[in-house]
């Protein structure tokens, strides 16, 4: 892995000391480049940085902290990327389009958003869960407007569509 020397960045996670594992900050790539992306590790309370570069993985889309184990997750334009914080290996757990946020819930199921769609991934089985048009149907947009989501205590989902304002919650159980 060759880190390269020009960052353009897209998405800052913050991960909360886990597992031995300190305090990081993420930074991640948008342009990535044709050996791969890259990710800024910053380290609060030490002020280390790292940057380390991810080869074959083509730029950082979004990033997520699993608040649940010492994980990062990444969606680069085609896959989910794993991240283990302890030692910044990565493993591709599903291939599918470009997603503009992701959360994890309590089971460790990453969830994702684009338009209208939500998807959710258990990173046990790589398997995936497409649920479209969860906002309501007055709030439609066209394909390519953002949505954000997080995930609730209790499991719900809750999304942020614009450029109209539609804040709506969707239940998985």
């Not at 493993?91 to 969830?111: E, L």
């Not at 949505?147 to 569509?161: A, S």
Request: proline share 9%; glycine share 8%; charged share 20%.
């Amino acid at each position: 892995m060759t880190p390269r020397s020009r960052l353009e960045a897209i998405g800052t996670a913050y991960a909360p000391p886990m597992d031995g594992v300190p305090a990081q900050v993420f930074t991640g790539e948008w342009t990535g480049s044709p050996t791969g992306a890259d990710i800024v590790v910053v380290e609060p309370d030490s002020g280390r940085q790292e940057i380390v570069g991810f080869d074959g993985i083509e730029s950082t889309q979004c990033l997520c902290v699993d608040p649940y184990r010492p994980l990062i997750w990444m969606h680069d334009r085609k896959a989910l990327v794993e991240i283990d914080r302890r030692n910044f290996q990565s493993r591709v757990v599903h291939k599918f389009a470009a997603q503009y946020c992701m959360d994890v819930d309590r089971r460790g199921r990453v969830w994702s958003a684009q338009t209208r769609t939500l998807t959710c991934v258990d990173p046990t089985t790589g398997e995936a869960t497409t649920y479209p048009d969860v906002t309501p149907d007055e709030f439609f947009y066209a394909p390519g407007t953002h949505m954000t989501l997080g995930v609730g205590p209790d499991g719900r989902i809750w999304t942020n569509q614009y450029p109209i304002a539609c804040l709506a919650v969707f239940d998985p159980v």
